[in-house]
């Protein structure tokens, strides 16, 4: 649907924004008024209020904590809530596209649901063991291994860097950089008790060694991760425990 310019843009608004949708096979197209840090998600939300209920999108938090929003926004995987128009679309065009390396639900919504079982697969969640302790378990916030997850644990679960991996895209079985880097913090969690079953979990041929330390997930990461270095310590990590298991046969 194309809304004329004239129409679109209202009182005290001077410009317009031309937004290119893709929703399924075909491309629609509309126009939006720019106003004063508008964000990418304020422009879906306005298409979807004022022009064409039936376009679908995810969002819930607005201010970048539940990493819902991510679309693919002239071609780079972003977070919409905290991307403003003005810095990605300098001459009032704007591309949206659903995030790469998912199921497309419908337009703009993807399927995260792989993504998130490959968390399930890299044992991306807490360990206590059979027998945890009552107390809180003490974590030494100046200890190197707290200090080496430090801004791994920052993950929202946007999946941007997800859709910016190339080799998930090569290889879908590929755990891809979320996962490993949530695997790197937990191989650090000095309260966990699976350290090993990680280890193994995310060694094989889908796993930390498929990464091809191209840095596209850095690259992109909005909250400035770097599952890259993660990867990198599960590399490191993953070759002593084979080294342990070797000595160990000997
Ligand atoms: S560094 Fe590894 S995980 Fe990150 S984008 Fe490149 S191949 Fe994917
Ligand atoms: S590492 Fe960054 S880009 Fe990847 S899911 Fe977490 S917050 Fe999003
Ligand atoms: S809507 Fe929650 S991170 Fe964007």
Known sequence: MTVPVDHAVGQGVTEALRVRVRRGDAV????????ANQTVLDVVTE?????????????????????SCGMTVNGRPR?????????????????????RNLPVVKDLAVDMEPFFEK????????????????????????????????????????GVCYAACDVVTWNPDYLG??????????????????RDGRLAAVAGDAGCHSCHSHM??????????????????LKRETGKAALRRFWRRG
Not at 28 to 35: F, Q
Not at 145 to 152: L, N
């Open 28 to 35: 629609a197209e509309y126009v939006v008024p720019r106003r």
């Open 47 to 67: 298409i979807q209020r004022d022009q064409d209920p039936t376009l679908a999108y995810r969002f819930a938090c607005r201010v970048g904590m539940c990493g």
């Open 79 to 99: 977070w919409t809530c905290r991307t403003r128009v003005a810095a990605v679309a300098p001459d009032g065009m704007l591309s949206l596209e659903p995030l």
């Open 119 to 158: 968390w399930r697969r890299a044992h991306g969640y807490f360990e206590p063991g059979e027998n945890p302790p009552d107390d809180f378990a003490t974590v030494e916030p100046d200890s190197p291994a707290r200090q080496e997850v430090d801004a791994g644990i920052e993950c929202i679960n946007c």
């Open 177 to 194: 950089p979320a996962a490993l880097n949530r695997a790197w913090t937990l191989v650090n969690d000095v309260r966990d008790q699976d």
């Open 216 to 233: 596209s997930c850095t690259e992109h990461c909005p909250k400035g991760l770097s599952p890259t270095f993660s990867i990198a310590g």
